[in-house]
């Protein structure tokens, strides 16, 4: 007994495979990009992050636990 083939309904396209992106797929690494230029530009407007006392404590004394 012969199987039966699928048709598509419509032919794919000539080009390949059409692929169409949404707008934010290419705005949102820009704006990214855009932003981390700015802070290699003026560093001076980075700031780093200061740890609570309390967390660096605790980050201390697992490094002390792990080296004993």
């Known amino acids: 007994?012969?199987?039966?083939?699928h048709t598509r309904p419509h032919p794919?396209?000539?080009?390949?495979?059409?692929?169409r992106l949404p707008w934010w797929a290419?705005?949102?690494?820009?704006?990214a990009f855009v932003a981390l230029l700015t802070l290699l530009l003026n560093p001076a407007d980075a700031h780093a992050a200061t740890?609570?006392?309390?967390l660096t404590r605790l980050i201390e004394r697992a490094q002390w636990l792990m080296a004993r």
């Open 26 to 31: 290419l705005a949102l690494p820009a704006l």
């Open 51 to 54: 740890a609570e006392p309390g």
């Open 1 to 5: 007994m012969a199987a039966r083939t």
């Open 12 to 19: 794919a396209p000539r080009g390949g495979v059409d692929i």
